[in-house]
């Protein structure tokens, strides 16, 4: 488990390409890597990966396989490239953004930057597939980081986060430009309870719920604007 707290920003060092998998070497700041065994796991990027060998103190491998290359922008990244990581969490703990699995759920697009005073605006384009599952006000994992989603447009297929000058400073969002992609995991319980809901009201209306769905459809809405 992860707390969406991100630790530090490392570098891709090196990525070799081998049969069925791609190995990353990645160079992590001084101290990171204290402790640090073969079978440990890291979020890279908000990907939970697994130590496979320690070259130094500072860095470390890790084997991605296909599956994850392809529903991840690991499978896109680039040597040198910056990427935000999270130790595995020690027991007790503090929580100081929400609990996190590693696994990523969708990949979505930086849609819209927004520089203000103090303060930088992203608009996300999420997935169709996963809109559902986002609220104002709701948690949210982008690239291993939790942020609260201030607005969304379940319509139009967008959210947006508002990014204070610490999380700036300790991520790799400073890299980041309109059109890049994005890790994105939905907060387990957010999902858990919409998808309950879903299947509720899939079971209860089920000789209804082709009428009642051509009816909101002709009204521009669906099933969704109308979960909690």
Known sequence: MFTGIVQAVASLDAIEER????????????????????GASVAVDGVCLTVTHIESATRARFDVMQQSLAITTLGAAVQGQRVNVER????????????????????????????????LVWRIAVPASHMRYVFAKGYIAVNGASLTIAECDRAAGWFEVWLIPETRRATVFEDKREGDALNIEIERQTAVIV???????????????????????DKGQSLDDFLP
């Open 19 to 38: 049969t069925g998998l791609r190995s990353f070497t990645i160079e992590f700041p001084a101290g990171f890597c204290e402790d640090l065994a073969i």
């Open 88 to 119: 595995a969490a020690r027991e007790g703990a503090e929580i100081g953004g929400h609990p996190l699995s590693g696994h990523v759920d969708c990949v979505a697009r930086l849609l819209q930057r927004r520089v203000l005073e103090n303060n």
């Open 195 to 217: 998808d309950t809901v879903r299947a509720a009201v899939d079971e209860r209306l089920a000789p209804l719920t082709g009428a009642i769905h051509a009816l909101l459809k």
